[in-house]
């Protein structure tokens, strides 16, 4: 039989090394890409089990926390955004969205989306909010629901947590925290801060593979799990389910991503042996580093110090400078990755990068060199 379409031919899969600075993904260290590659085995094998054993254990140590539902979901940090919004939110609740950048958008998309009454906080890109203004806000309108973005990487942006779950608590809420882009990187206790929901992704400061996004759900938004009056809207993250998987039922639930499980266990398990306190120190000498060489270079930062990640740091780009441009050579010519900006942001500034095992001093040095060669 002949068949309707010839098979294509393409060469084998060779991509060319680079150094990630961008908003992620980071770099992987080799022994992570190790552990991904190791042997295949089932969803429900005992050895998988017990990895999951110590992949909760290790969660726990980088959220800071001892929630007992903290778990990878399977699928990015926007499925773990999904998640959190999925399991807390229901038909006709109020929902405050603090919106700053890009990624308190999409929360506030995914809110709407679960049919929650969604009211909007808004603040000009790289700015961070104010508890007296979130507080106004809650008077006025109480929520279930108070979603903020600890590390805003459209904007580089860093929102104090201090003192938000007390306020939002006194108003009946729930307060859900993005961590994306700051978990490993800044100090983030979670226990400490009593926080409700927070969630996180693989691939940034953890420095593993895109494809998992970590999650821990206090005692209060587990209570409001457990009495909902209507079945979560997304059946794939309905923790109802998933944590049954997780927990010591082990009920299947779906198939795990197995080799992305394990290459998190060895990203946690490097993690635990820098230390947190280390790796948070780490990230700050660089960025401080970063932070002179740009100076050094005539460049300008977007945010002030005070509320500056030190993670992703966002670069004004110079007037007559085409931004793409700059990023297109040091891709070509010093196999540097950084990015542009989004939304209002676009062509206005590179976003800059330095998380997990990609916040190296030589990597700085790197990376200023390059932009001192185009730029100067």
């Not at 230390?275 to 050094?296: I, N, Q």
């Amino acid at each position: 039989m002949k068949l309707p379409y010839s098979a294509p031919v393409h060469p084998p899969l060779e991509s060319d090394s680079r150094i990630l600075l961008g908003p992620g993904p980071s770099n992987v260290e080799p022994q992570v890409l190790q552990a991904m590659a190791a042997s295949m085995v089932g969803h429900l094998d005992p050895f998988f089990l017990e990895a999951m054993d110590r992949i909760q254990d290790l969660l726990r140590y980088a959220f800071q926390s001892q929630n007992p539902l903290t778990i990878p979901v399977s699928g990015t940090g926007s499925a773990a955004m999904e998640t959190a919004m999925a399991n807390l939110i229901e038909p006709g609740d109020p929902v405050l969205v603090c919106v700053n950048g890009f990624f308190g958008e999409r929360m506030a998309d995914m809110a709407r989306r679960y049919q929650g009454e969604v009211r909007i906080l808004q603040r000009p890109w790289a700015e961070v909010f104010g508890l007296e203004e979130i507080e106004a806000e809650l008077k006025a309108r109480p929520a279930k629901v108070v979603a903020v973005v600890h590390g805003e990487t459209s904007t580089g942006a860093l929102q104090p947590l201090e003192g938000m779950v007390d306020m939002v608590r006194e108003h009946g809420g729930l307060l859900v925290v993005d961590a994306v882009a700051t978990l490993g990187g800044v100090p983030l206790l979670v226990d400490e801060l009593d926080l409700d929901v927070c969630y996180s992704g693989s691939q940034k400061c953890l420095s593993a593979p895109p494809g998992l996004g970590p999650i821990t759900i206090g005692p209060r938004a587990a209570a409001a799990l457990a009495g909902r009056k209507t079945a979560v809207g997304s059946w794939y993250f309905d923790l109802t389910g998933v944590q049954k998987y997780w927990g010591k039922e082990r009920t299947y639930h779906h198939t795990a991503p197995i080799s992305a499980n394990f290459a998190l266990y060895e990203a946690l398990r490097l993690l635990a042996a820098e230390g947190l306190e280390a790796r948070w120190a780490r990230h700050r000498r660089c960025a401080e580093l970063l932070w002179e060489g740009l100076a050094a270079l005539d460049l300008t930062l977007l945010i002030p110090e005070p509320y500056r990640m030190v993670t992703v740091t966002t670069v004004r780009v110079p007037d007559g400078v085409n931004e793409a441009q700059v990023r297109a050579r040091l891709r070509e010519e010093f196999h540097i990755e950084i990015a542009g900006g989004l939304g209002v942001l676009k062509g206005k500034v590179w976003r800059i990068g330095l998380m997990g095992h990609s916040a190296r001093e030589q990597n700085v040095a790197a990376l200023l060199g390059g932009l001192e060669a185009i730029l100067h």
